[in-house]
């Protein structure tokens, strides 16, 4: 959920109706789902928030998909590449364009 709104963040500040749509047709596709926030997720969060000096909304969505096995996290956010991070790193700006 939080990489979602993460997601829309650019394309509700430039009024972009076709990227609102491209993010919504690519997080319907198969291999994506919504993962509740839960107690096991939020301890992770704050040993990456704590360890790492993480914001908290991308620790959320580290700390969900290493607990949840996701293969990657897809992101807007090019300060991702700089982070020490263990899943790989997929940039919205790739996925859209191809």
Known sequence: MITEAELLVRPERDDNA???????????????WVVAVDRRITRRAAALRGRQNFKLAD????????????????????????????????????????
């Open 18 to 32: 076709m990227a609102k749509q491209r993010i919504a047709d690519l997080l319907s596709e198969d291999g994506f």
């Open 59 to 98: 620790a959320i969505i580290l700390a969900t998909a290493i607990e949840t096995g996701c293969e990657a996290i897809v992101t807007n956010d090019g300060e991702w590449s700089k982070k020490p991070v263990e899943v790989p790193v997929i940039s919205m700006a790739d996925l859209v364009a191809g």
